[in-house]
């Protein structure tokens, strides 16, 4: 059985990890929460991720969990009355965070400094943002999630940027900022059929895209799993899919 969660603080981000029993390598998977939840909130997952030999970690993300500006209700109002001021920003400097989570744990984890990373909806929209950021990154699995910020055909309203966020979309949105992935990270979208929230074409297209760009020659690196019936939500086949993902891209690693 994993350890129990243990928890630190990596500067001003609170971390939660669960330990795997006797792992034979120490391999970091990062998985992060949907919007408005916290690292408490993947603890299943992290469970789960552990069970699978993994160092599971999550953290809170900006203006999330103990990290939060504002009341629960108050941030959920905030950001869904003007998703493109209030989401980009939040999106933009989890990803930039994955760096000192990454070395942190490479230091004081002891984990290999090649990690997963993974998350729900939001979680797995910085996920895919910090392929882009950090070359340590080796595999990503976003749940419901878009690599475009923009949400095109999403029945959320949109809102609209000021400068601040303009400017962090412009930095770290994966669709405009394809140059960012040719080291070829292992990017699977694990997405609902049925979802008008984010809808998954944003995968295809983005998957598409780097097909014809970084990942020429590296096509089996990228896929979209579309789930027939599922809509915007979480059901546990889609962490298995992101377990079979991360096992065939983390774990070979070991025997290179």
Same mark, same amino acid.
């Given at each position: 059985?994993?350890?129990?969660?243990?928890?630190?603080?990596?500067?001003?981000?609170?971390?939660?990890?669960?330990?795997?029993?006797?792992?034979?390598?120490?391999?970091?998977?990062?998985?992060?929460?949907?919007?408005?939840?916290?690292?408490?909130?993947?603890?299943?997952?992290?469970?789960?991720?552990?069970?699978?030999?993994?160092?599971?970690?999550?953290?809170?993300?900006?203006?999330?969990?103990?990290?939060?500006?504002?009341?629960?209700?108050?941030?959920?109002?905030?950001?869904?009355?003007?998703?493109?001021?209030?989401?980009?920003?939040?999106?933009?400097?989890?990803?930039?965070?994955?760096?000192?989570?990454?070395?942190?744990?490479?230091?004081?984890?002891?984990?290999?400094?090649?990690?997963?990373?993974?998350?729900?909806?939001?979680?797995?929209?910085?996920?895919?943002?910090?392929?882009?950021? +950090?070359?340590?990154?080796?595999? /990503?699995? $976003? #749940?419901?999630?878009? %690599?475009?910020?923009? &949400?095109?055909?999403?029945?959320?309203?949109?809102?609209?940027?000021?400068?601040?966020?303009?400017?962090?979309?412009?930095?770290?949105?994966?669709?405009?900022?394809?140059?960012?992935?040719?080291?070829?990270?292992?990017?699977?979208?694990?997405?609902?059929?049925?979802?008008?929230?984010?809808?998954? +074409?944003?995968?295809?297209?983005? /998957?598409? $895209? #780097?097909?014809?760009? %970084?990942?020429?020659? &590296?096509?089996?690196?990228?896929?979209?799993?579309?789930?027939?019936?599922?809509?915007?939500?979480?059901?546990?086949?889609?962490?298995?899919?992101?377990?079979?993902?991360?096992?065939?891209?983390?774990?070979?690693?070991?025997?290179?």
């Amino acid at each position: 059985m994993p350890a129990a969660p243990q928890r630190s603080r990596v500067g001003e981000i609170p971390v939660v990890w669960i330990e795997p029993e006797a792992p034979k390598a120490r391999r970091l998977v990062i998985w992060l929460t949907g919007f408005s939840g916290s690292k408490e909130s993947t603890l299943g997952q992290l469970t789960t991720l552990a069970e699978r030999g993994y160092v599971a970690l999550s953290f809170d993300p900006y203006q999330h969990g103990d990290r939060r500006i504002e009341p629960q209700p108050q941030l959920v109002s905030r950001v869904r009355g003007n998703i493109r001021r209030y989401f980009w920003p939040i999106l933009a400097k989890s990803a930039e965070e994955v760096i000192p989570i990454t070395d942190w744990a490479v230091h004081q984890l002891k984990v290999l400094p090649e990690i997963g990373i993974g998350g729900t909806s939001m979680g797995g929209d910085i996920s895919v943002a910090a392929a882009g950021v +950090d070359r340590r990154i080796k595999a /990503v699995s $976003a #749940l419901v999630a878009t %690599p475009d910020w923009l &949400r095109a055909g999403s029945f959320e309203p949109p809102g609209e940027p000021d400068a601040a966020a303009l400017a962090d979309f412009d930095r770290r949105n994966p669709m405009t900022n394809l140059d960012r992935y040719h080291h070829c990270p292992a990017i699977a979208f694990q997405s609902g059929a049925d979802d008008r929230q984010v809808p998954p +074409d944003a995968g295809e297209r983005f /998957v598409e $895209a #780097l097909k014809r760009g %970084p990942y020429k020659h &590296r096509h089996e690196r990228l896929k979209v799993n579309l789930f027939p019936g599922l809509a915007h939500g979480y059901k546990p086949e889609l962490l298995q899919a992101s377990i079979e993902w991360f096992d065939q891209w983390l774990k070979p690693g070991l025997n290179a």
